[in-house]
């Protein structure tokens, strides 16, 4: 009977559908469920399995699927799928404390603090004012001995030179690991980021093209990688034991579900994210190809205030970017500030953010920490005084984008 009471209760339940933003404002993000999502959600509850079970692993595999990748590990955020990427690469490959992993200057604050927590050392390097993603020459310059990882971010979507950078890691004997927190989906040819380098990460943020409100998956070809990680993702227990109990000089026949051969983390994603994340991923081409359009509508529309702001360019047409969200640099010409820009549009109900962290190394966090800067970093620098970027999701329209150019139309750049 109460089973019975359930379905009928559950079956009735509904979100409406999703609304479109109000026309006068935009937003940063947006969640894009309904009852689908719901559902889901709520045959989670009526299993009673919450913790990390049959939708985690269905999850992994089916993200790692859609990407071109053997094997996925869901993780409680982007931010520790890098942590343990970095330890498990670390570890298989027998890096030593105090070796150099190089990584954008311009980026999140979490691509350089998993690095200093795993006792590495981050390299900044300089990006390119056209993509906002590291610079391939740069790279060059700032490789050592010491260097053993290279550690490209693509940012907001727009895909890396990863041909490129996957060409000279080879020639240096380097590993690359990619950061693709903001960039699900994106894609170089037909090949999607996240499958060019040994191993890589993504969050599954709130505000990302896909979500499951707090969440982040590892992708990798390598198994040792793959098991290593799962390992310390949960404690440091022992997996791929093939026998139920354990034994060696110290202890006899003990469960080895109480196994610990490492030392680990608690860094699960939990049955209802997960549920959430197999429901987002079938709709994820859907958000992404808005976002393209909104994106391609806003580009062309903004070519008139070329004078006083410009935004990124697509690397080719062999390029598939994601628009996480969408940038704006301030030129020279341009005698206000960015502070004042943003905060007239802001007035008008636009929200805006600058470009994650700046420069890194300029932030509190990172400067008597170790690390090493190659070059002035002037276009960080310059991003980090100059860029700012508004919401470009699913939820809004061309209305939304208009009423933004109104907006930008009105501002007194020279002042």
Partial sequence: MKNKKLNNFFNKLVIKKNKTISSNRITLSEPNFDNKELF?????????????????????????????????????????????SLLSLKKIYKIKNGSEVIIPASTFATVAMPILQAGLIPVYVDVDLDTLNINVNEIKKAITKKTKIIMPVHTLGLPCEMIKISKLAKEKNLIVFEDCCEAHGAKIGNKFVGSFGKISAFSFYI???????????????????????????????????????YSDKYIKDYDVNY???????????????????LVQLKKLNKFNY?????????????????KYLFTTKKLNKNVINTYYTFPFLITNKAKITRRKICEYLEEKHIQTRPMMAGCLPDQPAFRNEPGRIVGKLKNSRYIRDKCFFVGIHPKLNYSNLDYLLNVLSKIKYER
């Fill in 207 to 245: 505000a990302h093209n896909m979500t499951t409100i707090e969440g982040g998956m590892i992708l990798t070809n390598n198994k040792d990688l793959y098991l290593n990680a799962r390992s310390m993702r949960e404690f440091g227990r022992i997996k791929n034991y093939k026998k139920r109990y």
């Fill in 290 to 306: 808005k976002r393209i359009k909104l994106a391609n509508y806003l580009e062309k529309k903004i070519l008139k205030f070329s």
């Fill in 40 to 84: 889901e959600v709520l045959k989670v509850f009526k299993s009673t399995n919450f913790s990390s079970g049959k939708n985690v692993l269905k999850f992994e595999n089916q993200f790692a699927k859609k990407m071109g990748m053997k094997y996925g590990l869901a993780t409680n955020s982007g931010s520790s799928a890098n942590l343990l």
């Fill in 259 to 277: 196994i610990f051969n490492s030392l680990g983390y608690n860094l699960r994603m939990s049955e209802i994210q997960a549920a959430l994340g």
